[in-house]
């Protein structure tokens, strides 16, 4: 199964390690695309967070080659054998390690933004990156690990090449990786978004983690953790039918988010956890259910009733509300296919306080005469190529009353599974939901009347 992003990477990586939370870990995330993974799993072990600055040192005429690696405080491994059949002089080597060094330096100190190195010294080293191919980087940092006094060192990883993982083990007292596919061409074709980390979100992973006062050395804390969001799954009560469904609740939520399908298993979709884990980024909190039961699946014809399905939604949302967490917050619908049309008719519903609505590629014209009443703000996202739905889309905003905007994602299909598209997908909704969820100066559900249209 491909993993959403590295924040998901991380949450399963991070379950693989539970077994650690308690004995006296640092986990060590190699730049810049293993620190969000490191991050999750720092987070689910309760560990200290830090980047382990590696450079690889390459024979001059061959950089490629690699003859040894280096690390901070003065670390140096050097394969003699390779410089000697390379023929690498001592002057030629003291060339190549000073100008690595330099920029190893540079960047520790950017990604630390002036934290001392977190030290390991008789401690268990867990390294963790994104995935590995080749495995070199991995094997550069292991052994830096090791030279800087770890005891015991763990690599862990998303996904790896089954190759690289043997390999690895010479370098590693363990290795724990979630997926080893045969088929193996590059880390990023087990990703939906697999975007180049910047160097700023590394950093922002390390300042997060180093004020969330994990334990620096054994048995020493600075502060208390703070309250760890709700992030469960739940029995969702619609009248008489329980659906199973998912609740993310960030502390302090700026409003929650219902995501709504109508066949399938909405709150196990990789599209719709993909969107739910941007608006989590945002501070918006989700609850990813089931429309229909197991039972009512196998009948085609519930899929499209949208009457059935709106009454689902309403009902589910009248749970919500009850929710502890979720007193007072202002609610949205993120509908998909059919569940788009539900979405819009819940909102339709005299008395519902939705405060905004968004529909993926849905069927919004499903939804009938409900439109004209809509008044929460509807924002409708289509794919470029999909034709049949753009235009059905077009059909039904010219019903809508209020406030409403056709955002076309262009080179998109029906799924949005075109690299890139699912991401816009992601960020139009979030804009969209901290736009009308967050602004308390009117009324949940009663939107500016009046159409946008892109």
Known sequence: MPFLNRE?????????LLPLRGEDVVVLGLPRGGVPVAYQVAVALDAPLDVIAVRKLGVPFQPELGLGAIGEDGVRIINNRIVRLA???????????????????????????????IPITGRTAIVVDDGIATGSTARAACQVARAQGATR????????????????????????????????????????????????????????AASRGAPTAAGASATAPPDPPRDEDVEVHAGAARLGGHLTIPKDARGIVVFAHGS?????????????SVLHGAGLGTLLFDLLTPEEEHDRANVFDIGLLARRLVEVTAWLRHQPDASGARIGYFGASTGAAAALRAAAEPGAEVAAVVSRGGRPDLAGPCLATVRAPTLLIVGGWDDVVLDLNRAAQAQLRCKSDLAVVPGATHLFEEPGTLQVVATLARDWFLRHLADVSQPAGRGRPGSDRT
């Open 8 to 16: 998901d990477a991380g949450q399963r990586l991070a379950e693989a």
């Open 87 to 117: 023929g690498v002089t001592d002057t030629e080597l003291a060339e190549v390690e000073g100008q690595e060094r330099a920029e190893l330096e540079r960047r520790a100190r950017r990604f630390r933004e002036g934290r001392e190195r």
């Open 153 to 208: 060192v763990i690599l862990a990883v998303p996904v790896a090449s089954p190759s690289s993982i043997v390999e690895l083990h010479s370098v590693a007292d363990e290795v724990v990786c979630v997926e080893m596919p045969r088929d193996f061409y590059a880390i990023g074709q087990f990703y939906i978004d697999f975007a180049q980390t910047p160097d700023e979100e590394a950093i922002a992973c390390l300042a997060q």
């Open 264 to 276: 399938g298993s909405s709150r196990h979709s990789p599209r719709n956890r993909f969107v739910a």
